[in-house]
């Protein structure tokens, strides 16, 4: 049951991330940026592969090995596809950026996981504001935003004061 909510939720998901609209077929002016996985403390693991936001897909993918399922659709923020692939408890969105496929996203889906600093999905708001100890935030309503270098970590917590999402993504460039 757990599979079939988080199948249906990284589905509505990816159906948000696409809801744009093409620009009429303007060309846009592409500058080629550096990019390389500047993640510090906020990263994933799962068993004995560690891994975060800018890495090379090829090499962690590989590790994980074989996910419980995958899903593709036309991307709004790269190039190409946004390509998802579903593993017990989570889930890695891979981009191509600047040609290299690179993780630009990944999603605890369920409460069986937690992130290297102990939160999960059903915990306490303070349980894992505190467990994020030593790491700055922001708050906005019922979301805590926690950033490091290229890396955004989100916690998202419902009215019952328990985290409902938590999802590495890349961070805003505000630059």
Same mark, same amino acid.
């Given at each position: 049951m757990?599979?079939?909510?988080a199948?249906?939720?990284?589905?509505?998901?990816?159906?948000?991330?696409?809801?744009c609209?093409d620009?009429?077929?303007?060309?846009?002016t592409e500058?080629?940026?550096?990019?390389?996985?500047?993640?510090?403390?906020? %990263?994933?693991?799962?068993?004995?592969?560690?891994?975060?936001?800018?890495?090379?897909a090829?090499?962690?993918?590989?590790?994980?090995?074989? &996910?419980?399922?995958?899903?593709?659709?036309?991307?709004?923020?790269?190039?190409?596809k946004?390509?998802?692939?579903?593993?017990?408890?989570?889930?890695?969105?891979?981009?191509?950026?600047?040609?290299?496929?690179?993780?630009?996203?990944?999603?605890?889906?369920d409460?069986?996981?937690?992130? &290297?600093?102990?939160?999960?999905?059903?915990?306490?708001?303070?349980?894992?504001l505190?467990?994020m100890?030593?790491?700055?935030?922001?708050?906005?309503?019922?979301? %805590?935003?926690?950033?490091?270098?290229?890396?955004?970590?989100?916690?998202?917590?419902?009215?019952?004061?328990?985290?409902?999402?938590?999802?590495?993504?890349?961070?805003?460039?505000?630059?």
């Amino acid at each position: 049951m757990k599979r079939i909510i988080a199948a249906i939720l990284a589905v509505m998901c990816a159906f948000a991330l696409c809801a744009c609209s093409d620009n009429g077929g303007d060309k846009k002016t592409e500058t080629k940026t550096e990019y390389k996985a500047d993640y510090g403390e906020l %990263y994933y693991a799962s068993g004995d592969v560690k891994f975060g936001i800018f890495d090379e897909a090829d090499e962690v993918l590989s590790a994980l090995g074989e &996910p419980v399922s995958t899903f593709e659709s036309n991307s709004c923020a790269y190039q190409g596809k946004d390509k998802f692939y579903y593993y017990d408890g989570f889930e890695v969105r891979v981009n191509d950026v600047d040609g290299t496929e690179r993780i630009t996203g990944i999603t605890l889906a369920d409460d069986t996981v937690s992130n &290297p600093q102990g939160v999960k999905i059903g915990m306490k708001a303070d349980e894992a504001l505190a467990l994020m100890d030593g790491i700055e935030y922001t708050q906005s309503g019922d979301t %805590y935003k926690f950033t490091v270098g290229s890396t955004l970590f989100r916690l998202q917590v419902g009215a019952d004061g328990t985290v409902k999402a938590a999802e590495y993504s890349v961070a805003a460039n505000d630059n």
